[in-house]
């Protein structure tokens, strides 16, 4: 049987690298898709609706921005007893400052990019993500004979900086990070970019990490575990930089 190729953008460098192969007719999904998580770092979008979206009609090919609250209605708390939060944030519930894991991209993209194929009646999927070679470890094993995973960039050799050379040559402006704006996986210098020039984000992630605490005072989006407006953000306070489970995040 013949499989589904899906294209799950991640909306970073690495994916529009992918957009670029498909615009140069090198790749042809047979369907293409992006979350939106509802929190989403504003840039992704500006850049997705001047760039890569026009450029992917132009061959023939529509990038589907789906939503994530209409596949799937649990949102920070998943879990069976709806208890577990499911963001990576750091947490000093224990006394010590522990990692939580990033269940928030399963529940928020793979499972959302699942049942919105699902509709499209798929029968076999491959789904494309947009991991380069110099992120082999972020390559996972096929979780089931329905859906497997393929790297168009890894099975091309192509790292990051040829991702950012080919988006060059494309004629397009560099790419923004593409994450929410509160990931919690976020280094020191993505915290200084949202803050420095996403103004409007940088307030989101502050208010967001607000309400948190009203359930949660013990959860934190950066690893010094007080809240954002009062991290240090400089560079040698940084921390290595954390993927999340799933794969689709941060490309
Ligand atoms: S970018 Fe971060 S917060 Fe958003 S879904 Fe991915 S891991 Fe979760």
Known sequence: MIRTQLWASGGGVQSAAIAALIVMGELRPDLAVIVDTGREQSTTW??????IAPALSAVGVTLHR??????????????VDNSTLLLPAFSTRSGEVGKLSSWCS????????????N??????????LGISVDEIGRVQ?????????????????????????LVKRMGWPDPPRSSCYMCPNHTA???????????ADWQAAIAF???????????FLHHDCVPLDQADLDERNGVLFAHCDSGMCIV
Request: hydrophobic residues 30%.
């Open 189 to 199: 210098q993505e915290w200084r970019d949202i803050r420095d020039n996403k103004p």
């Open 106 to 117: 399963s529940y928020w993209k793979r499972e959302v990019i699942k049942r919105w194929a």
């Open 119 to 128: 509709r499209h009646h798929v029968e076999l999927v491959d789904t494309w």
């Open 46 to 51: 500006s850049y997705m609706d001047a760039v």
């Open 141 to 165: 094993k096929p979780r089931s004979h329905k859906w497997r995973t393929r790297y168009p960039l890894i099975e091309r050799g192509m790292n990051r900086g040829d991702c950012v050379a």
């Open 66 to 79: 789906i939503y994530k609250s209409q596949f799937e209605e649990r949102d920070l708390y998943g879990g």
């Open 209 to 219: 990490e607000r309400d948190l605490h009203r359930r949660d005072p013990h959860a």
